[in-house]
């Protein structure tokens, strides 16, 4: 078998043998091992062996527990940092005479950047630990080894539908925690206003809120709305299983498996943020450049 594979090694080309050691180095290390964790489970959903009942059922499931359990924690979150943003960037634009550009602050703020953020954080510090508690506690279990031995593929029936699941709660989370950052947050700034007795010399009104975020808006953040967090759910999910499943038959290895589960995802966030923001950098510098 060795001289098999070392004969089938000398007839590959030079670009071949490259792309070969490229791949075996990738998947030797943890983001390509990631990735490769990735591409299965999405590969396993045109598997000849799945069961759509089933499949579909569990992906409810998981959207449920992802996004709906949290949405009162974040309605909260996305309230208060709503009603700080709003009061910040009128209050601050006013005063230095750009109330021109409020629209554009806010939707840079809430629905490019910190909305997404803060959502993905949530989500990953809540849904994404209890992912990989579960899968770990199967693991150490043997629990996962059993299903493949019943001939249940477990990247399909535990990883796929977290993923599927996290990324569709992750979208409709994000859209929540923009709507209410934006309209609870007016709510609660226009009655600190009305109990402050106009302290904070705040004109606001929802027509002149709504006004400025819609001419803000633009195309770009309608398809940014869609992607970011469908890629942050994807990273979320796929971090949180990955760290499950080489988890060793330790049960004191669990707790240290959803901790780097959380920091790591906070870490993948950021840096897919900032790759995607990159999208963004020249209408920033046309921006930057009108106001100077």
């Not at 490229?22 to 964790?37: E, I, S, T």
């Not at 579909?56 to 499931?61: D, E, K, S, V």
């Not at 600190?192 to 770009?220: C, F, K, R, V």
Request: overall charge positive; aromatic content about 12%; charged content about 10%.
């Amino acid at each position: 078998m060795y001289k098999k594979a070392s004969r089938n090694w000398q007839r590959l080309t030079l670009p071949a043998r490259m792309f070969h050691s490229l791949g075996l180095f990738l998947l030797r290390r943890p983001m390509g091992q990631l990735c490769a964790l990735f591409f299965k489970a999405i590969a396993s959903l045109f598997s000849s062996s799945r069961n759509f009942k089933t499949d579909t059922r569990n992906i409810i499931m998981q959207t449920f527990f992802t996004g709906v359990e949290i949405f009162p924690i974040l309605f909260v979150v996305a309230t208060l940092f709503g009603t700080i943003v709003i009061i910040e960037v009128i209050s601050m634009m006013g005063k230095m005479g750009f109330s021109d550009v409020v629209g554009s602050l806010i939707v840079v703020v809430i629905i490019r950047e910190l909305g997404p953020i803060l959502t993905a954080f949530l989500i990953a510090g809540r849904s994404g630990s209890s992912l990989t508690t579960y899968i770990g506690s199967m693991v150490i279990n043997s629990e996962v080894d059993a299903l493949a031995t019943m001939g249940v593929d477990p990247i399909r029936f535990l990883v796929m539908p977290g993923l599927i699941g996290g990324c569709i709660a992750l979208f409709i989370m994000n859209i929540f925690f923009s709507v209410s950052a934006i309209c609870a947050g007016f709510l609660v700034t226009k009655g600190a206003i009305l109990l402050s007795g106009n302290m904070l010399n705040i004109q606001l009104t929802w027509s002149y809120l709504s006004h400025e975020i819609l001419d803000a808006i633009s195309m770009t953040d309608f398809v940014f709305i869609i992607v970011k967090p469908l890629v942050f759910g994807a990273i979320i999910t796929t971090n949180a299983c990955y760290q499950a499943l080489n988890i060793t038959r330790d049960v004191r290895q669990v707790p240290k498996a959803v901790s780097r589960s959380v920091i790591k995802s906070f870490l993948y966030v950021v840096l897919a943020d900032v790759f995607l923001s990159l999208f963004y950098f020249v209408e920033y510098m046309n921006n930057l450049s009108t106001i100077i």
